[in-house]
């Protein structure tokens, strides 16, 4: 049966950590019938919270998705939710999934307003030119403050806001909303745990504010549409509900501007409304534009329409391991029908695999289908060999997508099984998380022959470590946690290498002349050029050369990956029989180790973005901790009681910052970190590092 994209809204939910996520994902669950009891976080029995560590910490640590019905002036719609993490060591779960989301909302604390954690997924969203709508949460606090909330989502992330909704009191005294496109007044009921809402008259002493806003929000409206400004200047009051609905709905798909509602999840007032919003402004598939991709066939870019009829194409966006069926291929389907037992092929791997299973999720359970199409979101079974962001297409009629990049780790620990029977399970644990999570990585020393796992934060890798501990059954022994540290070419060299082996057969021959030169530092990667001319070294060739380079910088003149590398072929030469595409790359390795010896090159380090909230009595205790640990104050912030400190400090200089702040300020101070960029480490601190560091944590 055909499907009507129009009817669709693939959305996430993302906040900063404990605005309220899956606290309003739960109420959307209730309310749309999808569950018949409330979760609560703070219970430990969310739904969206189904992982054990999700529910002994309160925290969400992976992204889930569920699909879920809601009718609206007599029309059924789909939505299809995925909760996101709000802790920055779980920033990936956010990544992969605004990648494949139409729209969002972004939840904001009535308290806490605009956050770190705000500002990271709003530039996340930002990226991936996602339509949003906000959702100021938790009016029922102590402290809430609606307006400054907006003003802060204005000034800090450059919204253009508009406000449909007014809260009715706020604190203990919120009671529900004026709805300024309908002019009405709603309030919830509690008997029924905020099931049904009633109309009411707005009260008294907000009818002139009332005014003001629906008035600002009619001239913004009609900036925006020639004939709608004709109507407002003729009378404001002749512009209808459903002019107005259109208008906002358009701009919003367009990111002009940003609706912006409120409630309180927890309260249970305010959440139909958003669900309402969703439906009336946030995009459909039928919105988005046409996918863009290359044929890998003629490396020409092509475009593919949303639509079931065309060509089949989704992107593989998280994989996770289910312990009754396996592993699980999250995918969105862009265009045409899957069926199961269909053959796909995967375009980043060239090869083929059967799917033998769909499935529709409800956060951790499966419902069975027998086929999907373009605009939903889906887990696949039966996916052997694929990674997070592939390609998936029929084999006649490939695409490539455009893959997702996520962030190096920056934090690294040396573990190892507590039993030697261990060891292989330990591995294929281990193997197994990397696939699910791009920024965890597992490596084994070269010096000290131990394994390593590295990842975004403590956070993250004490989550993975309690994981192999009970899902996998592995018990582990780790040393003090470590900086991935990384290094950056200082000065411009030159190198001849010559690669000659004989034997006995066919040999290999490759001679290159290159030179090695400083990288820009907004740049990361490998900068490769080649000004051979007139065919001396053919092109796959060069390309051999190309991947012998790229290998070559994960290991640098003192062992630390580099960041940036810049490499131009000056000159060079073949054999007739010996050389081929495997000879210049080993060449090209061989030659960047010798020519690193003989270059300068700086040691990187992460430098995290930190913002403490601190009572006033403590903020010296705080500041003087902070210049011990070679930190940078950026801003100091007061507010009411409290002040709010961000500074750039060292990641190096951070672990087990959380137990130092709790004992400073009497356990009243809380503070967020987040990865902000890579900075040349002071010459001492470089000594240390070469000389005691490096080897004291492995």
Partial sequence: MSEDLSKIRNIGI???????????????????GKSYKIGEVDEGTATMDWMVQEQERGITITSAATTVNWDYENQNYKINIIDTPGHVDFTVEVERSLRILDGAVAIFCAVGGVEPQSETVWKQANKYDVARICYVNKMDRMGADFYAVVNQIKEKLGA???VLQLPIGSEENFVGLVDLIEKKAYTWNEEDQGATYTECEIPADMIDEVEEYRNLLLETVAELDDKLMEKFFEDPDSLTVEEIKNCIRKATIANQLTPVLCGSSFKNKGVQRLIDAIVSYLPSPADMPDIKGINPK???????KIDEKENFAALAFKIAIDPYVGKLTFIKVYAGTLKTGDMIYNVSTGKRERVS???????????????????NIVALVGMKEIRTGDSLTEEKHPILL?????????????????????????MQALNRLAEEDPTFKVTVSE???????SGMGELHLDILLDRLKREFNVACNHGKPRVTYKEAVNDFVKHHEVYKRQTGGKGSFAELEFQISPTPADKKGLFFESQVKGGVIPKEYIAGAEKGFSIAMTNGKYGFPLEALTVTILDGSTHSVDSDAMA??????????????SVETSILEPIMKVEITTPDEYIGNVTSDLNRRRSVLEQIEAKIGYQIIKAQVPL??????????????????????????YAEVPADVKDYILNVGRYALL
């Fill in 447 to 453: 010096e000290s022959g131990q394994t390593l796992i």
């Fill in 14 to 32: 993302m906040a900063h950590i404990d605005a309220g996520k899956t606290t309003t994902t739960e109420r959307i669950l209730y309310y749309t």
């Fill in 298 to 304: 003629t490396e020409q870019e092509e475009t593919r």
């Fill in 584 to 597: 210049f790359e080993v060449c090209a390795k061989m030659g960047f180790r010798e020519a690193i010896r």
């Fill in 652 to 677: 190096a200089e951070m672990f087990g910052y959380v137990t130092t702040l709790r004992s400073i300020s009497s356990g009243r101070a809380n503070y967020s970190m987040e990865f902000l960029r």
């Fill in 402 to 426: 455009e893959n997702i990049v996520f962030p190096d780790p920056v934090i690294q620990i040396a573990i190892e099984p507590k039993t030697k029977d261990d060891e292989d399970k330990l």
């Fill in 160 to 162: 253009k806001t508009i």
């Fill in 357 to 375: 299973k769909i499935m529709l999720m409800h956060s951790n359970k499966q419902i069975q289908m027998d086929s999907i199409s373009a605009g």
